[in-house]
């Protein structure tokens, strides 16, 4: 589904990504952790295309199109969805309102009818069950004095009722408490099936009890260090990411 | 230069004369003295230059550098009026076709006991004494050469009159239409509203323009809020590219009433609007909001000025502008609390959001504060949309422009939201979302 081969990233004049290999099938979970600072949020927005960031290398295929070549919403209408660290506030515009804009804007991109406001109805009831969100909360202005974990859920009630082929959750647990995290997580399990896949993005390993991950991957200082199984997680859980860094940072000076 | 400014104000002053002659017997009456004061007023002060400080980023050379024909005929058709209609447009509504009232095309449906309506040179002949006691009592005319103009052929315009303790319930809904197709035209419109005691009445001037010429309106407006009484006031402007509009809205608030203003600037090539309002009342209320889209070159000033005579008085402002391609705003918010006023309570906020690198904004607060046990706030902002808010919409598959132009919405709607006469409202809405989604 997603091939990125050789990614390399930077804003202003930083470089961040270094040069990213990652292969995702249908069905499948990975999960991206890594030290703060190491650059997850970055491959994230990549990913989704934030123009902020300079594309100085290599190459991002998603069912065979150059995801690179794609704006942000046509990545969106291709099946790209990415739950953001930080929502931003949107003054004025509901959460409602919000989706049927960008549910029928992509529905223009695939060339389907627009829906009713009916259909929205009776569709985004059967969507609030999903992450257990109020319709009080879609009324408002969307993530306008939202707490941390209705930003969250939101994301979340927004990604069910887009139902992407590639989620990326960039740190949906963080803020959250244990049961919000239960809460959030199992609305994600629910989502997903053979035809779609996840990436989570996270620096503990407490939100992947819940979604359990087919792959875990290490990212430090811009680069895929270390890939393995869901026990890697449970490593990282116990020693940290100090050992992982030393031997990064051992072979780096070695080359040097 | 000066030649040609000198040839629209030496025009306007043998119009007066021609009008003048007209006059007869009424020559002689007081409000005509008034008028050959404004005149003379008119004469001393000229059009102001860039050099006054009122007008230092209002530049009035267009309009000037051009003549006018003054209460032009127009031949408007069945057809014309169905293009310039409003829908669901109920109530008192009024026409004034090149600043002359049409009766023909107007209706009155509240009943004369609740209301008095009249144009303005009837209801002197018939309400001389509510005239004489309102009549150019509240303006700026000594300051302002545009009042003293529009004073000076104070022929036409819309007397309103409430008596006390009517409520009335359908809106007047004036409409100043202006038709350039075939020449520069000109109209002054001038009204006079006098709402008594505990009455309550919503007003709406909604002003449009039609052809390709030039037009110049200059538009004056005095308000009467009796204690207790209530008025919701409406500005409406949607006129062409070619148009030069001047507007004043001149109040004066007893004790205990309750005014709001609402100024909407959607369409205008250059667009002055001045709203000054005086609180004479203790636990008055003023409510000023305005909203401006100006695109291509357009040109939208809006100057406040809100006077606090006596004490616990409220006003309350809120303005906000969003500015495409190559236009410009201005904001001028006057705030005066005068010694006795204390305990008021002054909020005033401008918001404006620039779409395009060429678009620019001026605004200006100016408080001058006299009293000491006082709450005073004002803000002023210009920025752009916020990047943040536009990716993490496009991220959700919204265009960029779609995106931008939900933005827009959302914060035009806060004014929007303001308005209580749905039909204006309505109108309004329909207006600025086709301005917004305007490339
Ligand atoms: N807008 C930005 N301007 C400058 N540096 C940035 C910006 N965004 C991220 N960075 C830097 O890029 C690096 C990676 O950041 P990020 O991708 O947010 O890491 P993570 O999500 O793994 O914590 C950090 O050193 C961060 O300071
Ligand atoms: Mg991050």
């Known amino acids: 589904m997603l091939t990125i081969n050789n990614l390399q990233a930077k804003i202003g004049e930083k470089e961040i990504l270094k040069g990213i290999n990652l292969e995702i099938k249908a069905g499948e979970v990975h999960a991206i952790m890594g030290p703060n600072g190491s650059g997850k949020s970055t491959l994230a927005s990549v990913l989704a295309g934030r123009e902020d960031y300079e594309v100085t290398g290599g190459s991002v295929d998603f ?40 549910v029928n804007e992509i529905r223009k991109y695939r060339g389907e009818e627009p829906m009713d406001a009916v259909q929205f109805l009776k569709m985004f009831k059967q969507k ?45 647990d963080s803020g959250l408490d244990i049961d919000a995290l239960r809460i959030v997580a199992e609305g994600v399990n629910k989502l997903k099936s053979s035809e779609n896949a996840t990436i989570v993005v996270t620096h503990y390993q407490r939100l992947l009890d819940y979604i359990v991950p087919d792959y875990v991957h290490v990212l430090y200082k811009g680069r895929i260090v270390k890939s393995g199984t869901k026990e890697l997680a449970l490593e990282l859980e116990e020693r940290g990411y100090d050992w992982i860094k030393a031997e990064v940072d051992a072979q780096e000076n070695s080359i040097a | 230069m000066t030649t040609d400014k000198q040839d629209l104000k030496a025009q306007l002053i043998a119009d007066f004369q021609l009008a003048e002659g007209k006059l007869n017997g009424a020559a002689k009456s007081a409000i005509h003295v008034t008028r050959q004061k404004a005149l003379q007023t008119f004469n001393q002060l000229g059009f102001p230059t860039t050099k006054h400080e009122e007008w230092k980023y209002s530049n009035v050379r267009g309009l000037v550098n051009q003549t006018y024909e003054f209460q032009a005929d127009s031949s408007l058709t069945a057809e014309d009026l169905a293009q310039l209609s409003i829908p669901n447009l109920e109530g008192n509504i009024l026409y004034f076709i090149n600043g002359v009232y049409n009766e023909a095309l107007s209706s009155i449906v509240s009943p004369a006991s609740e209301l008095v ?103 004056v407006t005095e308000i009467y809020v009796a204690e207790e009484a209530n008025v919701d006031y409406y500005k409406v402007q949607n006129e062409s590219d070619q148009a030069y509009h001047i507007g004043s809205t001149a109040v004066y608030q007893e004790g205990r009433s309750v005014f709001t203003a609402n100024t909407v600037t959607a369409n205008g090539g250059f667009v002055r609007n001045n709203l000054q309002i005086k609180i004479d009342g203790e636990f008055a209320e003023a409510n000023m909001f305005g909203l401006y889209i100006p695109n291509a070159k357009q040109h939208i000033d809006n100057h406040t000025a809100v006077d606090h005579a006596k004490p616990n008085a409220n006003s309350n402002e809120l303005y906000k502008g969003i500015l495409k391609d190559k236009s410009t705003g201005v904001f001028n918010g006057k705030i005066f609390v005068r010694q006795d006023a204390q305990k008021t309570n002054a909020f005033q906020s401008c918001k404006n959001v620039l779409v395009s690198d060429e678009a620019s904004m001026n605004t200006k607060p100016q408080l001058e504060i006299w009293a000491d046990d006082v709450k005073c706030s004002h803000g002023t902002t210009t920025g752009q949309l916020n990047h943040d808010a536009l990716f993490y919409m496009q991220a959700r598959g919204i265009s960029k422009d779609a995106a931008k132009a939900l933005l827009m919405l959302a914060f035009a709607q806060e004014v929007i939201d303001k308005m209580r006469i749905p039909s204006i409202k309505e109108y309004l809405e329909g207006l600025i979302i086709e301005k917004i989604y305007q490339a």
């Open chain 2, 117 to 219: 309506l009249l144009p303005l040179a009837e209801a002197i002949k018939q309400y001389p004494a509510v005239v004489e006691k309102h009549f150019n009592q509240y303006t700026d005319q000594h300051e302002n050469a545009f009042t003293a103009l529009n004073t000076a052929f104070s022929f036409d315009g819309v007397f309103i009159y409430v008596p006390a303790k009517k409520v009335v319930e359908k809106p007047i809904i004036l409409r100043f239409i202006t038709d350039a197709r075939q020449a520069n035209v000109a109209a002054q419109p001038r009204n006079l509203i006098v709402v008594e005691k505990r009455a309550e009445v919503q007003i709406a001037e909604a002003y449009r323009s039609i052809g390709e010429h030039s037009t110049f309106t200059n538009a």
């Open chain 1, 63 to 102: 069912e065979g199109k150059d995801l690179l070549d794609l704006a942000p919403e046509e990545r969106a209408a291709e099946g790209i969805f990415l739950a953001f660290q930080y929502p931003v506030e949107i003054p004025g515009v509901s959460t409602t309102n919000f989706l049927k804009t960008a």
């Open chain 1, 128 to 172: 609030m069950a999903y992450v257990n969100i109020d319709q009080s909360l879609l009324n408002r202005a969307l993530n306008e004095g939202f707490s941390g974990g209705e930003k969250k859920r939101n994301e979340i009630f927004q990604m069910a009722v887009l139902e992407p082929k590639l989620a990326i959750l960039d740190e949906t």
